[in-house]
Every structure is written in C-alpha cells, then in structure tokens.
C-alpha cells in the first residue's frame, strides 16, 4: 500500500507542476497577443478612434505600430 500511495503522490505532483507551467505559459503568451488585438487605438490619418481590429473602420487606414513605453531597451 505504501507503494500505490508513493505513486499517486508523484502523480499528483507531476500534475501541478505541468499545471503551474501551463498556467505561466498561457499568461505569458496571451498577455502579448491580446494587446495587439483588443487594444483601443487611434488613427495617425483621420484620428478616429478604433475600439476594435487592426483597420480603420472610417478611412480603412491599417493600425500603425506605435511602440508603448519600452522600458526594457
Ligand atoms: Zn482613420
């Protein structure tokens, strides 16, 4: 019985392990993805401001990359 209950345990642990690492992993790719997509932007031609996509809905300009502050360069 000590071995079943040895075995669940890693079983268990190997789990949570490859839990936390999912978890990081999909926080750490969604969080950069998501903000190209989903972020409010505003047209550099006609100003008008875009809540969704990455064209303008008003003059059809396609969004220009404007880098946020990068503190880390
Ligand atoms: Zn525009």
Redesign the pocket.
């Given at each position: 019985m000590i071995f079943l209950w040895i075995i669940t345990s890693l079983i268990l642990i190997s789990l949570g392990l490859i839990f936390v690492a999912v978890l990081k992993h999909s926080t750490n790719t969604s969080s950069t993805e998501n903000e190209d997509d989903l972020a409010e932007w505003i047209?550099q031609?006609?100003?008008?401001h875009v809540q969704l996509g990455n064209e303008?809905i008003?003059?059809?300009?396609k969004k220009t990359v404007v880098k946020k502050h990068n503190w880390a360069n």
């Open positions: 047209c031609t006609c100003g008008f303008c008003y003059c059809g300009e």
